[in-house]
């Protein structure tokens, strides 16, 4: 099997449109929440969300790659400009079918659907959709025109597993990979969803905080009072390459891919096992691929979205691993970022390949009163970033439809 090593990074989110500003405000406790500035949210029942701030597309984007494209499609190829920046990669100079795209959204191009839509209903019912509407909306998008804008002529396709995709693309991409099937791929995931049907779905489900009086602390993972995640959008892009062909380029290596693994919980469409033991299978399979044991885990960062219940079943499975462990440290970024739906993972992956090159591990903030069925014997770092030495971290998303990926990056050596 080949190694995978990380050599870009690219970044559009609440906290920051490159890396550096995420990663920036996020060790520093920046909330990304404030009030919904998309559309007219006066009627809903939730007013606030973490959005994309200052978004300039024409920074990275043609006019015409902006014209025919969702908003969802402008955050992956904006995130992966960046990344292909990043890592120093000149396609021009590799074999176009040794480079490819796989890429994940939750919900793809929302704002073109509801937009069309919307413009249907309200007429005489007279068809008169915009040419571009199919190709703007479909989830598919965005890697073909990842794939279009830098000529990468292999493997290509978008996945969905709801709010683990972010993590499955990056699986598949690690895998393919290792396998020998590509060179280099990006890969990642990105959601432009804060739309008045999007909003509007998960509030009805009660699934999303309605603190509107409140909601720089809406966001509050493991908090007594959470009552629900906080909406965010954005893109994570990774620029995933074999390590012979980085190393024989002098590249940069921020971390390795060591493991990943995926399971299901074939128990409830939106609810998690109460037990966790799928989340747990999928833990320990990419610890054991990565070579890594309980006491090597340095850092992980949870998918703790701000639920009542999702946040407790997923400690309680990390608490049934890592029991006895003294040097296991997590922390909920999502506290800050808010809840990036199908780029999740792509985001905390970078955040957990950064903690590994700069030594530090970001906060969970908004933590005023921690639960009491919360186990004890997990350590939450709050309130500060965390300086340590970190070789292992392990980051889980988890999805609705009972998906559960876990990532587990180390320290090049």
Same mark, same amino acid.
């Given at each position: 099997m080949k190694r995978v090593v990380i050599t870009g990074l690219g970044a559009v989110t609440p906290l920051g449109n490159n890396v550096e500003d995420f990663w920036q405000n996020c060790i520093n406790g920046v909330s990304g929440a404030d009030l919904i500035t998309h559309f007219d949210s006066e009627k809903f029942k939730v007013h606030f969300a973490c959005e994309v701030k200052n978004f300039d597309p024409k920074v990275h984007l043609t006019h015409n790659e902006i014209k025919r494209s969702d908003l969802f499609s402008q955050y992956a190829m904006y995130a992966?400009?960046?990344?292909?920046?990043?890592?120093?990669?000149? +396609?021009?100079? @590799?074999?176009? +079918?040794?480079?490819?795209?796989?890429?994940?959204?939750?919900? $793809?191009?929302?704002i073109t659907f509801e937009t069309e839509v919307m413009n249907f209903s309200e007429g005489d019912g007279t068809p008169k959709f915009n040419p571009f509407f199919v190709p703007k909306f479909i989830a598919n998008m965005a890697s073909g025109m990842i794939s279009m804008k830098f000529g990468l002529k292999g493997i290509n396709y978008t996945t969905?597993?709801?709010?683990?995709? %972010?993590n499955t693309a990056l699986m598949d991409a690690f895998n393919y990979i290792r396998l020998? &099937?590509? &060179?280099?791929?990006?890969?990642? %995931?990105?959601?432009? /969803?804060?739309?008045?049907?999007?909003? $509007? $779905? +998960?509030?009805? @489900? &009660?699934? @999303?905080?309605?603190?509107?009086?409140? +909601?720089?602390?809406?966001?509050?993972?493991?908090?007594?009072d959470r009552d629900g995640f906080v909406m965010g959008e954005g893109a994570g892009a990774l620029v995933l390459e074999e390590y012979e062909h980085a190393k024989a380029r002098g590249a940069k290596?921020?971390?390795?891919?060591?493991?990943?693994?995926?399971? /299901?919980?074939?128990?409830?469409m939106t609810a998690p096992h109460p037990d966790g033991i799928s989340a747990i299978k999928a833990m320990q399979l990419a610890?054991?691929?990565?070579?890594?044991?309980?006491?090597?885990?340095?850092?992980?960062?949870?998918?703790?979205?701000?639920?009542p219940l999702g946040d407790l079943v997923e400690l309680k499975a990390i608490s049934n691993i890592f029991r006895g462990s003294k040097n296991l440290d997590i922390s909920a970024t999502k506290s800050m970022t808010g809840h990036l739906l199908g780029a999740a993972g792509a985001a905390e992956a970078i955040l957990s390949i &950064?903690?590994?090159?700069k030594g530090i591990i970001p906060p969970t903030i908004n933590l005023h009163s921690i639960d009491e069925n919360i186990p004890k014997d997990v350590n939450i770092i709050f309130g500060e970033a965390k300086e340590k030495e970190i070789n292992f971290a392990l980051s889980n998303a988890f999805g609705f439809g009972g998906h559960n990926a876990t990532l587990v990056f180390k320290k090049f050596k």
């Open positions: 992966s400009t960046e990344a292909i920046q990043d890592s120093g990669l000149e +396609f021009e100079k @590799m074999d176009p +079918f040794d480079t490819g795209v796989i890429w994940g959204t939750g919900q $793809g191009g929302m969905i597993s709801a709010c683990a995709t %972010g020998g &099937k590509a &060179k280099v791929i990006i890969s990642g %995931g990105s959601e432009a /969803a804060i739309t008045p049907a999007s909003v $509007g $779905g +998960f509030s009805i @489900m &009660k699934a @999303m905080s309605t603190r509107n009086d409140d +909601f720089a602390t809406a966001s509050r993972p493991y908090d007594a290596i921020y971390a390795e891919l060591g493991g990943a693994a995926m399971t /299901a919980d074939a128990y409830h610890m054991k691929e990565a070579g890594a044991n309980m006491e090597d885990i340095d850092y992980l960062n949870p998918h703790a979205t701000s639920t &950064k903690a590994i090159e």
